[in-house]
């Protein structure tokens, strides 16, 4: 078991060279997604408390919540972390690395941006049914919005 972050002094240019060789990562927010995209399975951890093993099934809710502090609803406890040690799967560690990379990599913010350009811009008498409110909703939620 290694620690690593700037909290006890071994933060880490590239993340993403480490976190590969391991099989579980306790972290939370921006951490917990580095992670997570290369295919480790992440147990939301830190100081404050523990929450759940980020599973295909619970990915959605955890990414609304950015796999942050308000996922953290246990107190740090052997029994917390035994539970969600159980839950490890390598294939759904996987599935949730696929699911989040065609979420949340560059393409995806790019194909984000140009949308909100499109709608911001836009004029107004040509706006389809869908306000940007609507639409960025829709997006957040991981719905697939029509070009």
Known sequence: MDAVGESVGTSAAHPEALLSDYDVVFAKGRCAIEALVTGTAVVLCDAAGVGPMVTTAELDRLRR??????????????DAIAR?????????AALVSQQLRATAGSNAAV????????????????????SPPI???RWHLNVPLAP
């Open 135 to 137: 639409a960025l909703r």
């Open 111 to 130: 194909t984000l941006m140009a949308m909100i350009h499109a709608l911001t811009f836009r004029p107004h008498a040509a706006m389809s049914r869908h």
């Open 65 to 78: 919540l950015n796999f942050g502090i308000r996922t953290l609803q246990e107190r740090v406890t052997p």
């Open 84 to 92: 969600e040690l159980l839950r490890y799967d390598p294939r759904n």
